[in-house]
């Protein structure tokens, strides 16, 4: 029987959970690169001259632009254009110690305001050859910021990417067990049922492994049972036939003297033919036992009575026994609570067994001795157990052990079971029928 899967322990829970924390794994990661990335960045540019080196090749570029364009000072506009071209640069230029252009105002007249130089200990001037004069360049690049965009976008890939392997990887390991429980199937499907379905976890896929498991189990169980069915039908047919054959044999051999003549008297005449008789009823009664249990032993599902109390469908039965036995000679101890509980039976099968006890305690029961029927319950089972002492003779009526099958066959299909307890002295058995509503 499979357990109920809690809802902390579900697949979906479980996957939300993965997610967390392969995002909370993603975002330490993000930030330890974070850290590094800044760390290395400021070191690169800040500790090799880098700075130096972009802004002398930027100045190569303006003075070459300027040449070929033949520039002066005041061609703003054109210097607007090559500095627009160039991405994250600032150019301010000083002529005479005065500022004549500033790419930050690219729209503003400045000769008129004679903005005096202002120089910073971390910026580096350059000259560069105007058609109207050299000019003192100061060049500002923001070369560390497009550093720390692409530190940025590696910190977002490497993080999105540990991310996705953890999910990957969490889900690969379900992915597995599913494909584990496949290969099981497949073993289970050819035939070896023995071989133990694996469970593992407490969530969906660990119930249906529990459950394709329970199912295994109970088709072993199904097997046994019908080769066991199968040994006990070729058991009884055995014993049956061996029954048979002796009163046939006995049969045939007082036929036979009958029809030579050779008896002796017309009382021996009769006897032989009380004989014959006799073998004829035991024939007749073997045969309908054997009839009986093929008949129960053979068929399919029965079907069974509608639910009723435990007390109203065996108290008048019980009493018609009692009744019957002590008519025979018995002395009948009925010691029987009738507990609240409703079972379901079929009426023509229990009616079957109460016949098969009664008839075996007047065959083989000690008629000095009580016969005992008191009540049991077990574990949602509900029944009776009758005992009684066998009898002490030297001539014991044949026994073929059909009508002890005949009350287990009947027993297991209506859900129930029976237990024999025997030994020299004391016969005992018990009947159980599973409770439908226990209110005891």
């Not at 809802?7 to 930030?31: D, E, G, H």
């Not at 992915?175 to 499907?189: F, G, H, N, P, Q």
């Not at 006897?271 to 399919?300: C, N, P, V, W």
């Not at 079957?352 to 077990?378: F, G």
Request: net charge negative; proline share 2%.
């Amino acid at each position: 029987m499979t357990r109920e899967t809690s809802r902390r322990n579900s697949i979906y829970t479980q996957l939300l959970r993965l997610l967390i924390v392969s995002a909370v794994a993603a975002l330490a990661m993000f930030c330890v690169l974070d850290i590094a990335g800044q760390y290395l960045t400021d070191y690169y540019v800040e500790g090799t001259n880098y700075v130096e080196k972009k802004n002398q090749r930027y100045v190569v570029k303006l003075q070459e632009y300027v040449e070929q364009q033949n520039l002066s000072t005041r061609d703003t506009s054109k210097l607007n254009e090559w500095v627009k071209k160039q991405q994250l640069l600032f150019i301010r230029m000083y002529k005479d110690k005065i500022q004549v252009f500033n790419s930050q105002y690219p729209g503003q007249e400045i000769w008129e305001e004679e903005i005096a130089a202002e120089n910073y200990e971390w910026e580096s001037s350059y000259m560069v050859e105007f058609s109207d004069g050299a000019v003192e360049v100061i060049i500002t690049g923001a070369y560390i910021y497009q550093f720390y965009n692409y530190v940025m976008i590696g910190e977002i890939i490497l993080s999105f990417v540990l991310f996705l392997l953890l999910v990957l990887l969490g889900i690969r390991r379900k992915m597995d067990y599913i494909r584990k429980l496949r290969d099981e199937i497949e073993i289970l499907e050819s035939g070896s049922l023995d071989y133990k379905i694996t469970v593992k976890g407490k969530d969906e896929l660990s119930e249906l492994a529990e459950g394709l498991d329970s199912m295994r189990l109970s088709f072993v169980s199904l097997i046994q049972q019908e080769a066991e069915m199968v040994r006990e039908n070729q058991r009884i047919v055995t014993e049956m036939s061996h029954d048979l054959r002796t009163p046939v044999t006995s049969i045939m051999l007082y036929t036979e003297i009958l029809k030579k003549g050779k008896y002796k008297s017309e009382v021996q005449f009769k006897e032989y033919l009380d004989k014959i008789d006799l073998k004829a009823h035991r024939m007749k009664q073997l045969t309908d036992h054997l009839f009986e249990y093929s008949l129960i032993a053979g068929g399919g599902e029965i079907e069974l009575e509608e639910p009723e109390q435990y007390e109203v469908l065996f108290y008048d039965l019980f009493s018609e026994i009692c009744s019957f036995l002590e008519q025979k000679g018995f002395l009948v101890v009925f010691h029987v609570d009738w507990v609240d509980c409703v079972i379901q039976i079929s009426t023509d099968y229990v009616m079957r067994i109460l016949d098969n006890v009664t008839s075996n305690i007047v065959k083989y029961a000690d008629p000095s001795a009580p016969v005992e029927i008191s009540s049991l319950q077990e574990e949602h089972m509900v029944g009776f157990s009758v005992k009684n002492s066998i009898q002490r003779s030297e001539k014991k009526p044949e026994s073929t052990g059909i009508g002890i099958q005949n009350i287990n066959n009947m027993m297991q299909k209506m859900g129930g079971k029976s237990i024999v307890q025997e030994d020299e002295k004391q016969f005992r058995l018990v009947l159980l029928f599973p409770c439908l509503e226990n209110k005891c």
